[in-house]
């Protein structure tokens, strides 16, 4: 019962962070040009490299150090440990940053204010990553209901702030950047009390070495996603004309935002229950045919999702966005919503190298589709721009799967039913080319989304009951 109600709240106040984030996107997109989200997406994409960089993993892998202690002046101990290590070294790393950040900035950003706006960037991740470390405390505490309120405080005045700075003091991207910072810090002050409540100035060279060693893969492993998923905006700015980057850039990044849905309402809330899951029915007598199962209905379940974005993302994209040059955004989600089923689909394929412990594979698919993804992105981009950038993406995460599922087969034999997955999302693609191209009434894209609803079915990878009984048999598992 833990497990499910913590995960819930987890999910709940993680999820709400992104989907606050974007309902912003009509504010942005009235009171910000194309350029000028272009530019902030370029400093969300510098935030979220360096807080990988700053963080070396350590919000992940001092779990896994603390569940080894049993003693409560060890686990403060552990914490204080990383705590105090990262205020040293993520400080001297900001100190050097912001020491140069005249130099730095005129290449990264490239924009009027630029050194200010990287001024704010470095802070934010510095204060960021601290925030992660406290949130981290209180989930190795089991306090999820703190966890939630301090993330729901964060999100309050984040799009308070927002609002302020955009709308009222109209300070552009800058004022977005600005409220962001200030969210954060308002969020660390609160949750400040309960982490000093769990330190103490006891540092364990031993501890730290252990979740560094730990927790630097994981951080190379996440730069590989990140490279994957945010470097295109860069790749944008820099091998497209500079009368058009930052426009390209806005189109792009808001039809990520709006694709990425899928993730907030499919990927996350999976991946909170997927690890323990996995591990439930691991022992299970019939666990192969249960974790194919599971397969089938996460990809019926992307699938749906997939079209229902897709078909209508020109009519979505049009009403978010009072400015017209937002526009052509709507190009790149039906490319992009499979780019993030995908992301998804990896995560269930990997179940055979994570029941074996052989986790390096992880690794070595994000690192390899990475650099495919910077390969495609230099091929792509010159000739056709944002759509060469969503597909590059998209190519990355197939490899990631094609990786995924020789390495875990090997290691652990499951039986999927790839032919039928693969001429299930084969038909879900042809079926959004031809209706985006030749559909353009939106009542007449309703009736034949309806209508695929009760094609789907005969791909034969799942039914609708079938979904409704294995939810609730996940949800008795989990619980029990």
């Known amino acids: 019962m833990k497990l499910g109600k913590h995960s819930v709240v987890y999910g709940v106040g993680n999820i709400a962070t992104k989907l606050v984030a974007f309902l912003l996107l009509p504010i942005y997109t009235k009171y910000l040009t194309p350029d000028d989200y272009g530019v902030l997406q370029i400093c969300n994409t510098l935030s979220a490299l360096l807080l990988v960089v700053y963080q ?18 060890d686990k403060k101990t552990i914490f204080s440990s990383v705590f105090f ?20 900035s005129s290449v990264l950003i490239t924009v009027d204010n630029s050194s200010y706006l990287f001024l704010i960037v470095v802070i934010s991740v510095y204060i960021e990553g601290a925030l992660n470390l406290g949130l981290a405390i209180l989930r190795a505490k089991e306090k999820s209901m703190y966890y939630s309120l301090v993330n729901v405080l964060r999100v309050l005045f984040y799009a308070g702030f927002n609002i302020l700075f955009v709308v009222v003091y109209r300070r552009n991207y800058i004022g977005v950047r600005e409220g962001t910072l200030l969210s954060i810090f308002v969020a660390l002050l609160f949750l400040l009390p309960i982490v000093v409540r769990n330190i103490h100035f006891k540092i364990s060279r031993e501890y730290l070495k252990e979740v560094l060693h730990l927790g630097i893969p994981l951080a190379i492993g996440g730069l590989g996603l990140w490279v994957i998923t945010l470097t295109d905006r860069y790749m944008l700015r820099y091998l497209l004309p500079d009368s058009e980057a930052l426009y390209q850039v806005g189109l792009y990044s808001l039809g990520n935002k709006f694709a990425m849905l899928i993730k907030y309402l499919l990927v996350f809330p999976f991946s909170l229950s997927w690890g323990a899951l996995m591990f439930a029915y691991q022992n299970h007598p019939e666990a192969q045919k249960i974790y194919s199962r599971v397969m089938n209905i996460f990809c019926f379940a992307g699938g749906v999702l997939i ?15 009072s400015n017209s040059g937002y526009y052509p955004a709507w190009k790149v989600v039906p490319v992009l919503a499979f780019s993030g089923v995908f992301s ?9 190298v994570t029941l074996k412990k052989h986790t390096k594979y992880i ?15 230099v091929l792509l981009i010159p000739q056709f721009g944002m759509m060469g950038a969503a597909y590059a993406s998209l190519i990355s995460f197939i490899l990631i799967n094609i990786m995924m ?18 001429s299930f999302f084969v038909f879900i693609a042809v079926m959004i080319f031809v209706v985006n191209m030749m559909v353009h009434i939106i009542w007449i894209k309703v009736v034949i989304f309806i ?12 039914s609708y009951s079938e979904i409704n009984r294995f939810l609730r048999s996940v949800k008795s598992r989990l619980v029990s």
């Open 307 to 321: 079209l229902l974005f897709s078909l209508f993302s020109r009519e979505t994209i049009h009403f978010i966005a």
């Open 405 to 422: 599922y020789r390495f875990s087969q090997k290691d652990y034999f499951i039986p999927y039913q790839t032919v039928r997955i693969v």
């Open 451 to 462: 209508l695929l609803l009760f094609i789907l079915p005969q791909f034969s990878l799942v």
């Open 85 to 104: 290590f990262y205020l040293l070294a993520a400080g001297g790393l900001s100190a050097i940053l912001i020491s140069v950040r005249t130099q730095i």
């Open 344 to 352: 998804g689909t990896a995560s269930v394929l990997n179940v055979g």
């Open 56 to 73: 070396m993993g350590m919000t992940s892998s001092l779990f896994k150090v603390y569940y080894n202690v049993s003693e409560e002046d």
């Open 363 to 377: 690794s070595i698919s994000n690192i390899t589709a990475a650099a495919t993804n910077i390969v495609l992105n």
